[in-house]
């Protein structure tokens, strides 16, 4: 006997495509957590530049800043914060996902 | 303001991974609807090689059969079944996709 669990992958589009899934969404909640880029930046494994440009990338899609970096707040040269666009999106993707889990939480395991 | 829609992918793991997803899901539905997997191969524009490849390597997955071919049946030189491992698969993950799409159908567009 064969054991299958589910699993999903979530993102949120607009018309034009992909805007934000699973990788941005460590991100932004890291910043939320942290209050810095560069630490959850290092704990995914990728440069600060390469953050930086995922970041940018959505406030590109969206039209509006995401995320606002100011100089002279934690250790590491700079402090990072969401804007309330950033905030929304984070509260968005997080209510869907855990609804989804949710879900996924009550299938049994398929058994083929 | 800007329009978000939820996206999900949806797949089925063993313990070792990945085993049935979006692909293989239209290849199986595509057997079951037309019986050959040649005339589905073709509309998912694959080779008829390729195709019996992704049902092989989910029956080596899975330890037991998901689809038998047959020469003589169907125009094009002979159909293909699912088995019975084949059709709870199928169903297994249709009955999930369809109760995350009702589930996303309700979900407003998000606006930021």
Not at 2 to 13: C, D, I, M, S, Y
Not at 22 to 49: C, D, V, W
């Amino acid at each position: 006997m064969v054991k299958l669990k589910p699993r999903f992958k979530l993102w949120l589009e607009t018309e034009d495509g992909y805007v934000f899934g699973p990788g941005s969404f460590e991100l932004l909640h890291g910043i939320q957590e942290k209050g810095t880029l560069k630490a959850i930046a290092e704990e995914l494994n990728m440069s600060y530049r390469h953050a930086w440009g995922i970041i940018k990338e959505i406030e590109e899609k969206l039209g509006k800043p995401i995320v606002v970096a100011h100089r002279g707040g934690k250790v590491g040269g700079g402090g990072a914060e969401l804007t309330q666009t950033g905030k929304e999106l984070l509260e968005t993707y997080l209510k869907l996902k855990n609804e989804l889990n949710q879900m996924f939480s009550k299938i049994d395991t398929v058994k083929l």
